[in-house]
């Protein structure tokens, strides 16, 4: 297990040296939310949850452009990457791995937002290891592990019985989700040399290796960020379980 977990580490180590990979939850939902709140609903979405306030078609809207956001950017940035061939192979493999894992944990870190979650980032504006503990979690449910699923119902069972605004300063090492996010990790450093080897090939290929390499990388992002997006929808329920935001009126 210690070298499938090694391999994730190394990637998300790498994506998170990659500029603008940290969200700032107020900064971020008070830009995506002004057009649809009066400046009193916006500061209850920031204080409290957004389905608090909102629709939930106003978040799904909202998630949705995200998600096509980032899923243009990364094909587009896996695409070049993939252009050169041969000699430079070796050099362009890592680069499209971060570039790609950068936009998962920005995109992960904005659904997670918006469907009440509270901000990943400690009183400094970092991420700690509890952050990217909650970042492998959400990375694993998009690659569709069993446990991953079963770790964010958990913490969303967690943080539904008080209202916070940032993750708590819990170790996850001393709770019983720990052992899932290890179990987790290893699912995914599988996963990740399975699905690098497969780029790998297509980049071997001058012009036909971009066009493999932005294949491969629109055929898996979407899918794993709307999987992603369906999860979070559910444990909405659970994290606004004293309201029912499917009634709310649309405010817009």
């Not at 992960?108 to 970042?135: H, I, T, V, W």
């Not at 069972?157 to 916070?164: D, L, M, R, W």
């Not at 399975?194 to 979407?222: E, H, W």
């Amino acid at each position: 297990m210690a070298n499938e977990v090694s391999i994730w580490n190394k990637v998300m180590s790498s994506a998170m040296t990659v500029p603008g990979v940290k969200v700032d939850r107020e900064s971020f939902l008070r830009k995506e939310f002004s057009l649809y709140c009066s400046a009193e609903q916006l500061d209850k979405v920031i204080s409290i949850r957004p389905s608090e306030v909102l629709s939930k078609n106003i978040i799904d809207r909202v998630a949705n452009s995200c998600i096509n956001s980032h899923t243009t950017k990364v094909t587009a940035l896996s695409t070049l990457a993939g252009i050169p061939g041969g000699l430079t192979m070796a050099a362009t493999v890592p680069a499209d791995m971060a570039q790609y894992y950068w936009h998962v944990f920005v995109l992960a870190q904005k659904l997670a937002y918006l469907y009440g979650f509270p901000d990943l980032r400690d009183e400094n504006g970092d991420l700690s290891d509890s952050a990217c503990d909650m970042l492998t979690i959400f990375v694993g449910v998009m690659m569709g592990v069993a446990q991953a699923n079963m770790a964010i119902r958990m913490l969303s069972e967690k943080f539904a019985k008080e209202v916070i605004k940032r993750l708590p300063r819990m170790a996850l090492t001393k709770t019983a989700i720990y052992p899932l996010i290890k179990q987790i990790a290893k699912w995914i450093g599988i996963s990740l040399t399975k699905s690098s080897f497969a780029k790998a090939l297509g980049k071997v290929i001058p012009i036909v290796g971009g066009a493999i390499s932005g294949g491969l990388t629109l055929a898996t992002f979407r899918p794993q960020a709307k999987r992603l997006q369906k999860k979070l929808q559910e444990q909405m329920c659970v994290l606004n379980s004293n309201a029912s935001e499917y009634n709310k009126e649309d405010l817009r």
